[in-house]
């Protein structure tokens, strides 16, 4: 049983505490004593330790203080820490604009829509006819109160009303939601957030995949990203329920010999990384891949590779 101001238990568990036995041993170990097989000598712990005066103990370090480690420090060491703090942040920064992350962070914010779909359509459950016409109302007033700021480029509260009517809007109103979804794209496309653009637009043709604005501003988004494949398809589309739409036009004409472009850009770039690995392959054989000759066949596309001696 235990009891305060015991260091061990005692009783039936038979468990007993080797403090006090530790305690002893060391002790005459430290004034000559023997403990085990090693033997110490009084000599060697004769020198005793300086009395401690508690008022000097106490006071502070004088104001020209520093720690020994920081004694041998310079400026340039300050200035050297500083430049890769600053090196890091950037990197970070960086980081934050890269297309994969804000691809990734658009998907984030489509799963949370998606998300406040479900909630919006528990609450609905509990509310009147009369309540859900009302909330559409409301909706339908903050759009248009999102439209004049977006006309008179005030961005970030154009995005709010927006949010706060698709926040009101009931899940039963397709068409008004669609415009909704449309409108913030068409601010995120504004302030250049392409990967947001396409993610509400996909929203808005979820629920009305006719809807022509939200087409265009998705495409228009795809190209700005450098998606040249997808935003070609959304013109096209276009372009199949509207023949007279000159923007779907002139980028269907356009996009295919940029696509094309790109295409060979990219096939050049896979070549020279290719040739680079070559090399280092057949470097510790005297070899490189200028040994080797690629031929491609006029008629069936395909290639031949040739091994030429080197002279």
Sequence with gaps: MYSPGQDSFSGDQGVESNKDTDTNDKT?????????DVEYSPTEFSKESEPI???T?????PEDYM?????????EDAETNLEKLEKTLSEIDKDDDKPETKRRAAKSETRNEDDNIAYLKQTEESLSEEQLAERHREAVEMKLQGNEYFKSSELDMAYLRYTDGLGRCPTSEVRTRSVLYANRAAVHLRLERFDECVADCDQSLRLDP???????RRAAANDKANHLDEALKDYQKVLEMDRTCREAFLACQELPERIQVRNEKLKTEALDGLKKLGNMVLSPFGLSTDNFQVNQDPNSGGYNIQFVQNK
Excluded: T
Aim: charged fraction near 25%; avoid cysteine; hydrophobic fraction near 30%.
């Design 210 to 216: 006719v809807y022509l604005k939200a087409l265009l």
């Design 57 to 61: 103990a106490l006071e502070a370090p």
């Design 28 to 36: 005459r170990n430290h004034y000559g004593g023997q403990r085990g």
């Design 67 to 75: 720690p020994r480690k920081l004694q041998n420090s310079s400026a």
């Design 53 to 55: 005066d508690e008022e």
